[in-house]
């Protein structure tokens, strides 16, 4: 049981550690967000309209019934009226009150090619809602790394800002005990305490930012980050530049969907084809002399095969295809701008990777020259060279260095993910 339980924390640990990684805030973020929901929604709505065109191809029944009254019936000629009443038989003819329940069976032979094309285009309505929903979500990774980034920055200056307080505080001791010695001015104390907590109310604002990009964060990937410190991702390296980012397909689902509006198009103008037979009980029936002597309800049938050409189509076919075409050429035209504006937006990312890169190859010894101009304006204090205000100068410069470093290091990295982001290799 012992070994059971130490098996959970660890697996639950190594979760934790796991979801403060970028790429786990990413994949949490993703699905966390409410976006996804949408995935299932399509899907769904794609089975039910594809399940709807293909049912065209169902038989088509109607069950209607009427009731009518008319205000002229079919009669017979005066001459035969005449002939019937000499012989002594009264013909009413037709009554003017009918009534008819009737049924309708319709199956398509051939549709023009509707039930096909409706499919169709139910699909790529579906592919281009899902594309737009990757775009969406591939937004979202932008938003969580530039919250992540800036999480990293924060901790770089609080790390700082904490190295350069214990620094003060060092020197503080120090001035206090040179100033009880008699050594030290009351002011070089005074000096170095008012930048000693100076330094301690920037942390305080610090922290209140770090905790307010952590929650931020949260709210994003749907937890809490367990760690105090989000770790470093590694350096990714770019060796594809081939830009694959989900926008790219988005034009190619909205192309499809034009072209399966095309077809939709010309289903319009073809002819149709198809079987019925109806079926009705009611008065009068198809024998009209019968019910013309007779008010008796009858059953009545009639089978054959119908075609249906909507030769008005034509009138608008022409103008509808022209609106298609200019919808994938005003596509291809978004199409171009987009790649166009990545290709600027690479550029401006490879100059900024190349700038860093730069900086911090003179950072460490910027570092170390601060460091040395700070030991020795400690060593210059304690005798009474110069003054704590020049000291504080020369910590701040050092702490700035350093700040300066761990930032850069920082920015680059963040720089790269940037335009792998940019690109999407």
């Known amino acids: 049981m012992k070994r059971y339980f130490l098996f959970l924390t660890l697996l639950w640990g190594s979760v934790s550690l796991c979801a ?5 805030c990413r994949s949490m973020a993703r699905e966390h967000y409410p976006a996804i929901k949408q995935y299932d929604l399509i899907n769904q709505a794609e089975e039910y309209n594809v399940s709807n065109a293909l049912r065209a191809w169902i038989p088509q029944i109607v069950l209607s019934g009427q009731a ?24 009413a003819g037709m009554r003017n009150d009918q009534y008819k329940i009737a049924l309708d069976i319709n199956q398509h032979i051939w549709d023009g090619g509707v039930a096909k094309a409706t499919k169709t285009r139910a699909q790529a309505e579906a592919a281009e809602q899902r594309s737009k929903t ?3 979500l591939y937004d979202l990774q932008t938003r969580v790394d530039n919250i992540y980034f800036g999480i990293l920055l924060l901790q770089q200056k609080q790390a700082q800002t904490e190295a350069m307080i214990a620094l003060l505080e060092s020197n503080l001791s120090r001035m206090r005990s040179q100033y009880n010695n008699g050594v030290a001015r009351q002011a070089d104390v005074d000096v170095i305490e008012a930048e000693l907590l100076g330094a301690r109310q920037g942390l305080t604002q610090i922290e209140a930012s770090l905790n307010s990009y952590r929650n931020m964060l949260e709210l994003f990937i749907g937890q809490s980050l367990t760690d105090d410190k989000l770790p470093l991702p590694t350096m990714p390296e770019i060796t594809d530049r081939t830009v694959r980012r989900p926008e790219l397909a988005l034009f190619d689902a909205q192309s499809a969907l034009l072209e399966a509006q095309k077809k939709t198009i010309a289903t319009a103008v073809t002819p149709r084809f198809s079987l019925f037979a109806q079926g009705y009980y009611g008065y009068p029936g198809m024998d009209m002399f019968k019910s013309m002597t007779s008010s008796d309800w009858t059953l009545n049938g009639l089978v ?5 050409w ?6 608008t076919h022409r103008n509808n295809l022209d609106k298609i075409t200019n919808a994938q050429q005003n596509v291809a035209v978004q199409r171009d701008i987009f790649l166009f504006n990545t290709e600027l937006k690479t550029t401006q990312e490879d100059a900024e990777i190349a700038r860093l890169k730069k900086v911090i190859a003179d950072d460490a010894r910027i570092v170390e020259l601060r460091k040395n101009v700070r030991l ?10 110069i003054d704590a205000t020049d000291l504080l100068r020369k910590i701040t410069d050092e702490t700035t260095a350093k700040l300066n470093q761990s930032m850069h290091e ?9 335009l792998k982001n940019t690109l999407n290799p």
């Open 376 to 385: 020795a304006a400690e060593s210059q204090l304690e005798n009474n060279v």
């Open 68 to 91: 009518t009254y008319q205000s002229a019936t079919p009669t017979y000629p005066e001459k035969l009226n005449a002939m019937l009443a000499a012989s002594g038989l009264d013909m």
């Open 20 to 24: 403060q990684t970028l790429e786990q």
């Open 310 to 315: 909507n030769i008005s189509g034509f009138y």
């Open 410 to 418: 920082i920015e680059l990295l963040q720089a790269v993910y940037q």
């Open 134 to 136: 990757d775009v969406t």
């Open 304 to 308: 054959g095969v119908r075609m249906q």
